[in-house]
């Protein structure tokens, strides 16, 4: 299938440019404690910002619902599956490019219709990439190569429908054809976990997900917790630290902050929630979608405000 | 419009029909990669089986679960899926495995599938002006591109199209050696289950044939909820009827019937 428009070529960060970006940073062990609205205050107008956690599992919902509150602009969002913040991105209309692999709520839930919305009248650059690609593209990322070599996506359609053209080698070593894959170095990685110390050294449980090669990737990471708990702690299980407190630039303690998603060892998704809000959406398309903001995103005084709202300040989630 | 020329009431349901015929497609000692639904459902049928050491890989990053009665996972990516596993991966090293060839037989799913296989998860319509936008590959694209995969769809005229409006997930691309040509060396589509028939793609060609009939099933049935004409096999078979054995592992798993239907 050819496309009818011009793909631009693949353009990933030049590796000194990265590499001095980095060095700009302070990567001492130093407290990064601060407020939610303080630290969604790093991401900046056209940012890349790369979400952790999968689908409804450990999504740093407060981090992302914050941003929305924010406001910002022409921002390029990705996560390797997409589930209820993205449609809040999309409604909120902070974004200029998607890129997941899949966008939806929940298999149970349908089709998104916010997602319907933007990509049928063209109001989102919308890239979908194979889940394997997106977890080699962050890897690349974290380990300073600007590509990654893999054997998918090819004899597909999924190339011809990006906006920039990816090319293809043949290995010099096995002469297979394989498919290049550029780097994501995201400007902001949002993470949440179950622990971490004021420096920034966490710990999570459950499914990892892609969260280690997103924070190894990002420019700046901003870890949202179930807890901070005292560095002591981390360095008596240090076996169980994921992310080296030198990729995180900000520490936000915020208790149920995946809800209404689920954080393994916390709480199950807030299937009451999700519900409802596929239920709205259905029923009223954008327009729903629109109404749960007005309520539920930019209405409550803070996140606290907001899972009282919901009602997931009392319950652990899961099946009523 | 689906007609069948059996009469009476069948006694499963479609979900349950295709779960069955799913869980016969795998064997003791295979490792497969599934998503939740139908894929989930046959694998632990099968476990329950004839394929105790059946291990299941979840593209969240899931070795080897054994997932609960009435817990069934809504995601492939949540903790239900966790459930009693061996080990817990991030999703690139998981999909990893299919890439270095640990997995026996992936399955997926799909809106549109043509006769060479190819799956559609992305688009209705073209993609630079879609009609309707679809949730994606997920992990779908990967599975097909680096495993022995089976197919699982639904058998409707409007899913079974000459051609797809978009590739997600490549089958034999325009069929011939034209999938190893366009880089996928390993994997390709070994079957797909449908609620009517099973078909297999075979070389040279690499275009769906039918192999086997469901019970009550006849070859027009088949051709009446087709948008093309697919080749029949010259010995063509028919699938036994799920027993009450499989029926009843499948409903206790799922006592809400909120995936195997009413």
Known sequence: MLSDRTQTETRVPRYLELRDRLAQRNRGLRDKVMSLPEAMALVNDGDHVAIGGNTFSRTPFAACWELIRQKPKHLTISRSITSTEGDLFLAGGCVDKYMTSWFGQGIVWGLSRVLRHHVENNLVNYEEWSHMSLGMMYRAGAMGLPFMPTRVMMGSSIPDALQSRLETMTCPYSGDKVMLLPAINPNVALIHVQRCDRFGNAQYDGLPFMDNDLAMAADKVILTTEEIIDNDEIRSASEHTRIPFMTVDAVVEVPRGAAPHECAGHYEPFYSVMDAYAAKTRAEGIEGAAAFMEQAVYGPDDWNDFLHMMKMDTSNGGNA | ?262
Do not use: W
């Not at chain 2, 948008?227 to 799920?242: I, K, W």
């Open chain 2, 1 to 262: 419009m689906k007609t069948r020329s059996q009469t009476k009431t069948p006694a499963y349901t479609t979900t349950e029909l295709l779960s069955v015929m799913c869980a016969r497609a795998m064997s003791d000692g295979q490792i497969i990669f599934a998503g939740v639904g139908v894929p989930l459902l046959g694998a632990t049928v099968a476990q329950q089986m004839h394929a105790p050491s059946l291990t299941i890989l979840f593209e969240g990053g899931i070795i080897g679960p054994f997932i609960r009665p009435g817990r069934l996972p809504s995601s492939t990516n949540e903790m239900r899926t966790a459930e009693k596993a061996n080990m817990l991966l991030s999703p690139t090293d998981v999909l990893s495995l299919l890439q270095r060839g640990y997995v026996d037989i992936g399955f997926i799913g799909g809106a549109q599938i043509d006769k060479f296989a190819n799956v559609n998860s992305s688009y209705i319509g073209p993609y630079h002006a879609p009609k309707i936008r679809l949730p994606g590959t997920g992990g779908g694209n990967d599975i097909a591109s680096l495993s022995d995969t089976i197919i699982i769809m639904p058998h409707t005229r409007q899913r079974f199209v000459e051609k797809v409006d978009f590739i997600t997930s490549p089958g034999y691309c325009d069929g011939g050696t034209s999938r190893a040509d366009s880089g996928l060396i390993a994997g390709g589509v070994k079957s797909v289950i449908t609620d009517l028939c099973t078909f297999e793609c075979n070389a040279p060609g690499n275009v769906l044939s039918v192999t086997a009939l469901n019970p009550g099933v006849s070859r027009q049935d088949v051709l009446d909820n087709m948008g093309f004409e697919p080749e029949f096999s010259d010995d063509l078979a028919e699938n036994a009827p799920p027993t009450e054995e499989e029926l009843g592992i499948l409903r206790r798993l799922d006592p809400d019937k909120i995936y195997i239907g009413k």
